[in-house]
């Protein structure tokens, strides 16, 4: 059973930075694309970042030039977020797609706020 576990949400000012991380535990294809999403409260959810095996990396076009993704072995990955605005708060998760199915944590959440 592939299982998520996301860490590293809480409460930052804006202009702040904030390393998500999400731990990969089970059996999955090598072949696969990890990426962190994000709700906010009363919309629904989008995609954040996203890099497949093959390395090719995807971000939402509210985040791009702040966030990071990187993944090590294919068991951990990270979002680094800079430049945190309030529009930045929502609950992250972090999500598994393979051929086998698709995977979600439980959710870290992140609040921007002064």
């Known amino acids: 059973q592939v299982q998520l576990v996301e860490s590293g949400g809480g409460l930052v000012q804006p202009g702040g930075s904030l390393r998500l991380s999400c731990t990969f535990s089970?059996?999955?294809?090598?072949?696969?694309?990890m990426g962190w999403y994000r709700q906010a409260p009363g919309k629904e959810r989008e995609l954040v970042a996203s890099m497949s095996s093959g390395n090719r990396i995807n971000y939402a076009d509210s985040v791009k030039g702040r966030f990071t993704i990187s993944r090590d072995n294919f068991k951990n990955m990270y979002l680094q977020m800079n430049s945190l605005k309030p529009e930045d708060t929502a609950v992250y998760y972090c999500?598994?797609?393979?051929?086998?199915?698709?995977?979600w944590g439980q959710g870290t959440p992140v609040t921007v706020s002064s």
């Open positions: 999500n598994l797609r393979d051929s086998w199915g698709e995977y």
């Open positions: 089970g059996r999955f294809s090598s072949f696969n694309i």
